[in-house]
């Protein structure tokens, strides 16, 4: 009897959660403005940095709405760019209205999970359930289809996730730039943001901000600004499956 119901629970277990060796997201430096070192995602339409030319690509992770998120969306219609915004379930909830102008103004609503797992520690039927989630609520709340982009939460994926993401018709997007931005009790000065970010921007560079923080508030028209003023140009996620790299 023993032996049976531990046979049972192992078979649930092995069902239950992906076996997968979980891989986190990252970039290296090369150097000043240079394109940096990603990791290598095989057998799955997941991008991370476009193609080797003067183009950006600027996209934003939101959880929630503190005021910020607005700001932002105004700032990128003052400058006549657009980017895509990866949403959870919470953020759709409680700014149906917001979410209908990020797309007015010609932004992408994309899916980042209903409630945030690391989707290398639930199961295929529990992701599936995440991201069909966040579809119907969209739906349901702002009468709009999200944008066939993913984020994977905290950057955590494997070959196996990504294929299932996959098989939804979604594209998974990472990224190639970023800085820590994300804790709104630690907001650095703009300066010192602009220092951390401009020597790094490159050609094709997939950009990962929060928009809940104050400090990007500050300093996303400034690099708009520059960034255009250097002959590069914004570019929408949908340009990027032309000829990006993994």
Known sequence: MKKTICLIVT???????????????????EGKNERPRLP??????????????????????????????KKTVDILKENGVTGAFFVLK????????????????????CNHTSSHPAITSVSK???????????????????????????????????????????????????????????????????YALNKLLPRIHDGAVILLHPTSQTNTEILGEIITRMKAEGYRFASLEELWESAES
């Open 11 to 29: 078979i649930f277990l092995f069902s239950a959660f992906p076996l997968a060796r979980a891989e986190s997201w990252y970039f290296v430096s």
């Open 40 to 69: 290598s995602v095989q057998n799955s339409s997941a991008k991370g940095i476009g193609q080797n030319e003067k183009v950006l690509y600027l996209t934003f992770d939101a959880g929630y709405e503190n005021g910020n998120v």
């Open 90 to 109: 919470h953020f759709i909830e409680e700014n149906p209205d917001l979410c209908r102008e990020i797309k007015d103004n010609g932004n992408l609503l």
């Open 125 to 191: 039927e529990r992701l599936e359930n995440e991201i069909r989630g966040l579809e119907e609520c969209c739906r349901e709340k702002t009468g709009l289809e999200l944008d066939r982009f993913f984020r994977p939460p905290e950057g955590t994926w494997s070959e196996e996730a990504l294929k299932t993401v996959e098989d939804m018709g979604y594209k998974t997007v990472f990224w190639s730039l970023a800085w820590a931005d994300w804790d709104n009790s630690n907001q650095k000065s703009a300066e």
